[in-house]
């Protein structure tokens, strides 16, 4: 039985460290802004270039939150598994 409760936590904390690694999330670059000399071939590239850039920063921050999201869950999981290994070895250690 402690074999098994100890395979669970080590179950538990391998799957945290490649659920860590699975998530990289990319910052794209910010776009270069024109200065107040620019003429309106320069306003128009820069314009679409900062549009691109938000869509692109929406994408990274929605990656951003994911992991976090992933994180909370491998976290609660974890403490799920500890509490669950601690219980199961007091038990074991009243009888």
Known sequence: MKFFN?????????????SFADCICK??????????????????????DVDQYNKEM???????LACLNKADNDLAGVISGWNYAVERFNAEKKQ
Do not use: F, N
Not at 6 to 18: H, K, P, R
Not at 29 to 42: I, Y
Not at 58 to 64: D, F, N, Q, S, V
């Open 6 to 18: 100890l395979l669970i936590l080590l179950l538990l904390l391998s799957s945290v460290e490649t």
């Open 58 to 64: 929406k994408g990274y921050r929605g990656c951003i």
């Open 27 to 48: 910052q794209p670059p910010k776009p270069e802004l024109p200065s107040d000399r620019a003429d309106a071939k320069e306003m128009e590239k820069a314009g679409k």
